[in-house]
């Protein structure tokens, strides 16, 4: 079983950045797809973007293109969602996920077998 962890969560205003890694330990992360999800307080979890093994391939949620990039550096064993003009509506905790399965799984949480503990992100003036 994957040990993934998330970091680079904070509190940011309105139409800033952040940008969170995903990293395993003890393990190669280039043999699984990743996803990423999020949840909100009160809300169920969302997915919001995904990467596929060889990094040829994204998959992002409607609410966020545009504004979030997905990327990995298989040398690094990291995963980095870059998240730019942040809005009141992507506070939650961001989940990194891996998948066994497909090289570029669909963004429900059923798909994805290990998981972080997640990192909180706050959008707030």
């Known amino acids: 079983q994957l040990q993934l962890v998330e970091s680079g969560g904070g509190l940011v205003q309105p139409g800033g950045s952040l940008r969170l890694s995903c990293t395993a330990s003890?393990?190669?992360?280039?043999?699984?797809?990743i996803g990423w999800f999020r949840q909100a307080p009160g809300k169920e979890r969302e997915g919001v973007s995904c990467i596929s093994r060889s990094a040829g391939s994204t998959k992002y949620v409607d609410s966020v293109k545009g504004r979030f990039t997905l990327s990995r550096d298989n040398a690094k064993n990291m995963v980095y969602l870059q998240m730019n003009s942040l809005k009141f509506d992507d506070t939650g905790v961001y989940y990194c996920?891996?998948?066994?399965?497909?090289?570029?799984?669909?963004?429900?949480?059923?798909?994805?077998?290990?998981w972080g503990q997640g990192t909180q992100v706050t959008v707030s003036s």
């Open positions: 003890g393990f190669t992360l280039e043999n699984y797809a």
């Open positions: 996920a891996a998948s066994y399965g497909p090289e570029l799984p669909p963004l429900e949480w059923d798909e994805y077998d290990d």
